[in-house]
């Protein structure tokens, strides 16, 4: 189930084995031990020095059986000689230069021969900027090097600005070599580069990037073709051993052929290393006809291109049938990188088999491995692929082949989904016949794993399945891939697949997955706080399923509009739209989703401040979940018995009941989960006087509200920070937290927390700046009164009397 409680908007009702490990930083208790504080506390700065022992070494492997480009290493073996003790006086080197220059090759093999320069280690990171795919951001590449340093995922800032600034703190004392290859533009670079320190940044681009040059005071080598006897040389090297007897001549006439350009050199080589029997005539015989058809198919404009492709076909039309349609295949497959499996649905071939085609094309250097059982292409040769895909495969090959990986994706996105979120409704699908069979997963961490390593993959399926005009799939996979989604990924991510697969099913008239999809959008936009949008959804799913008699797609559609309207604080809506819901879900024997409403109505009732009504419903929920073996549910209920207990004043108990909640969201791997508990962690350890413990637990939420875009809940991280120095008697730093608070529900549009921000912020500037509390105060005042809820009957009450009477 995805959100359908209030406390997991971006959530669903995963179960998965005692004993389980997962990837998280230990349990939240174990973050939570800082004792008492004094001084200063940075709040975003907090863990990343405890990781200090990890060295990154993230260079992919030496370029094999690498000749020439001597000048050039020793252009850059100067960096690190032009050096002012142990500092570098050149920090930055841009290496330019044309496609298929070698530009990765050069940099790798420096690389490796001065790794040792840099003992902190080094980051490597393929930018993508000239893939037809989607570029790699700096707020991505960040992410990995801030995991790569040490640290956690959950701690990284959502904000780029935030993590770019850690980024640099942590490289400020440290040697390290950053190598950012394939930057397009200035802008994927800069939030890379460290501050200050003797680290080391080498980035290689097709373009000169000035903007380092100017601003950043980078240095510049730019690469050419090889020289003539480089460029032989480089063929020799290759074809050692295979062809000893090449007329200098001859090999002199391939290079021109390749433009002396690495890539294409080294494609050549491999074809005469592997025909060592065919004499070099008739191998430029056939490259020069080659080139001569893709002269007359070409523009013209950029001689090194079309050798470049020129080679490239010379080389395709070389392998075998099988190789072949693979390579040209693989073009057509949506994702940055594909497994062995995917590649397999593809060609409709066994894996065996494709894992012999595939090492057919690695050893073409047509394909690089990126892993076991995982590849990419470089930038050229796929989009050199995907053009002979749609030249050389017949369109309704086409139409086979990427149907087929679509279909393998799906049946494998169900089978996550069935530990992920097991609970979730899904359209039926046939058995998959193919001759590639869907993964499975022996528990949830390989789902979750799964999940993971594809998110960018599975984000590009749905809007490929509706350009080829495959609406039914379309939204079938944005079912599933939204229920088969990793615990942790931002829901953000989802909406334009949510919203592609949506108009792929009103298109077919489908009228079960359109009610899913409204739904499944509306708790994206919940989440976000877009409550009107989400509202939208909601209703427009509810009437769909009253008119297409789904009764039970109708309660679940009531359960959700009940749930916005308990995030707009209008609990008597909410309470009649979850009663609806239940009554349904009973009436047929719907267990799981009765007690999940039923645990909604506990929620309205401790937001209204009736605890004893509460109290009723939350134990009967936490039965009832118990009772069903629904870890997920069974954590939200305990939430809000530890929300009952700590208003009561039983703070052992309350404790016990969120240490059993945190628990179940680190089983479950789910950040949304934690965050928000870690909510009422700290209220608990603050009012028990444990106050460093109780910033320490709202420092790991705000991080984690992050990371996830949450902004609501990161502002009430931030409260729980300003309350807790309050009870320290540090105001300044207490109304410092609340402003920032205050300007979030503020923008947010929360008049509610907004109310309750501003009195907090009052109480904190009210000894120093009794006028300014007072301003506060009224502000307050004059939000809530739309409010006639106990909770708000008493704020209302409380103010007044503080304005009434100063010294109250």
Not at 237 to 242: D, H, K, L, M
Not at 686 to 714: I, P
């Amino acid at each position: 189930m995805s959100g359908e409680q209030i406390n997991a908007s971006a959530g669903g009702e995963g179960s998965r084995p005692q004993g389980s490990q997962n990837d998280l930083s230990g349990s939240s208790r174990d973050v939570v031990q800082a004792g008492n504080v004094s001084g200063g506390i940075n709040f975003y700065q907090g863990a990343p020095g405890k990781q200090a022992s990890l060295i990154p070494r993230q260079l992919p492997a030496d370029v094999h059986a690498f000749v020439n480009r001597a000048d050039e290493l020793r252009q850059l073996n100067a960096i690190l000689t032009s050096q002012s003790g142990d500092r570098l006086v050149v920090s930055i080197h841009v290496v330019a230069g044309t496609a298929g220059a070698g530009k990765t090759s050069l940099v790798l093999h420096w690389a490796h021969q001065v790794k040792d320069r840099f003992p902190d280690g080094q980051l490597f990171v393929n930018l993508r900027g000239y893939d037809p795919g989607e570029p790699v951001t700096a707020d991505q590449a960040l992410r990995r090097f801030l995991r790569a340093l040490g640290v956690p995922a959950d701690q990284i800032p959502q904000d780029v600005d935030d993590a770019a600034a850690l980024y640099r703190s942590l490289l400020a004392e440290r040697r390290v070599l950053i190598l950012l290859d394939n930057a397009a533009t200035v802008s994927q670079v800069r939030p890379l580069l460290p501050g200050s320190g003797t680290s080391l940044v080498v980035v290689t681009s097709r373009t000169r990037l000035s903007g380092l040059t100017v601003r950043d005071g980078a240095r510049r080598l730019t690469l050419g073709m090889l020289p003539e006897p480089e460029a032989i040389a480089l063929l020799r090297a290759v074809t050692s051993g295979c062809r000893p007897g090449d007329d200098g001549e001859k090999l002199t006439e391939l290079a021109r052929l390749c433009a002396r350009l690495p890539l294409a050199l080294r494609i050549a080589a491999e074809r005469a290393a592997s025909h060592p029997h065919m004499r070099i005539d008739d191998l430029i015989s056939d490259l020069r006809d080659e080139s001569a058809l893709w002269d007359a198919l070409s523009t013209g404009i950029d001689e090194e291109a079309e050798a470049v492709h020129s080679v490239f076909a010379w080389s395709y039309r070389a392998l075998p049938e099988p190789s072949a349609r693979l390579f040209r295949l693989l073009g057509i497959h949506p994702g940055p990188e594909f497994s062995l499996h995917a590649a397999a649905a593809l060609c409709e071939s066994s894996l065996s088999r494709t894992r012999q085609l595939l090492d057919d094309l690695v050893g073409a250097h047509l394909l690089e491995q990126t892993a076991p059982d995982r590849f990419q292409f470089h930038d050229l040769l796929r989009a050199f692929a995907t053009g002979q895909a749609q030249s050389d495969e017949p369109v309704e090959q086409r139409n086979a082949a990427l149907h087929r990986v679509l279909d393998w994706y799906l049946h494998t996105a169900v089978a996550a989904q069935s530990w992920l979120r097991p609970t979730e409704w899904l359209s039926l699908l046939a058995t998959s016949t193919a001759s590639v069979p869907p993964l499975v997963f022996a528990d949830y961490d390989a789902a979750a794993d799964w999940a993971d390593r594809e998110h960018a993959t599975l984000l590009r399926l749905v809007p490929a399945a509706v350009s080829a005009g495959l609406d039914p799939l379309a939204w079938r996979l944005a079912e599933a891939l939204w229920s088969a989604r990793y615990p942790s990924a931002p829901g953000s991510d989802w909406i334009d697949p949510m919203r592609a697969g949506l108009a792929a099913a009103e298109r077919v008239d489908e009228p079960g997955g359109q009610i899913r999809l409204l739904n499944f959008l509306g708790i994206a936009y919940r989440e976000y706080r877009r409550l009107d949008e989400g509202m939208e959804c909601h209703r427009r799913a509810r009437e769909l399923a009253h008119s297409t008699a789904m009764p039970l797609e109708e309660a679940r559609s009531l359960n959700l509009i009940g749930l916005i309207h308990l995030e707009s604080r209008q609990f008597d809506p909410a309470a009649d739209h979850f009663g609806r819901a239940a009554a349904i879900f009973r009436d047929a024997d719907e267990t799981r989703r009765a007690a999940m409403a039923l645990s909604n109505i506990a929620s309205t009732r401790l937001d209204a401040g009736r605890l004893s009504e509460a109290e009723e419903a939350a134990q009967q929920a936490l039965a009832a979940h118990r009772a069903l073996n629904n870890e997920r549910s069974v954590g939200n209920a305990l939430y809000i018995v530890a929300e009952l207990r700590r208003e009561q004043s039983e703070l052992a108990a309350a404790r016990r009941a969120i240490d059993e909640a945190l628990d179940i969201a680190l089983n479950l791997r789910s950040h949304v989960l934690e965050g928000f508990w870690l909510l009422t962690l700290g209220d608990i350890q603050r009012e028990a006087g444990q106050h460093g413990d109780a910033l320490t637990s709202f420092q790991r939420s705000a991080k984690l509200q992050r990371r996830l875009g949450d902004r609501s809940r990161e502002a009430l991280a931030w409260r729980g920070t300003g309350q807790t120095y309050a009870a320290m008697e540090r105001y300044d730093e207490a109304a410092a937290f609340h402003r920032q608070a205050a300007a979030a529900h503020e923008q947010l549009g929360d008049a509610w927390q907004h109310a309750l921000e501003l009195d907090h912020l009052a109480a904190a500037v009210d000894r120093n700046d009794p006028q300014a509390a007072r301003a506060h105060w009224a502000e307050a005042l004059s939000h809530l009164g739309t409010y006639a809820d106990p909770r708000a009957v008493a704020a209302r009450s409380r103010i007044e009397g503080r304005l009434a009477d100063p010294s109250a």
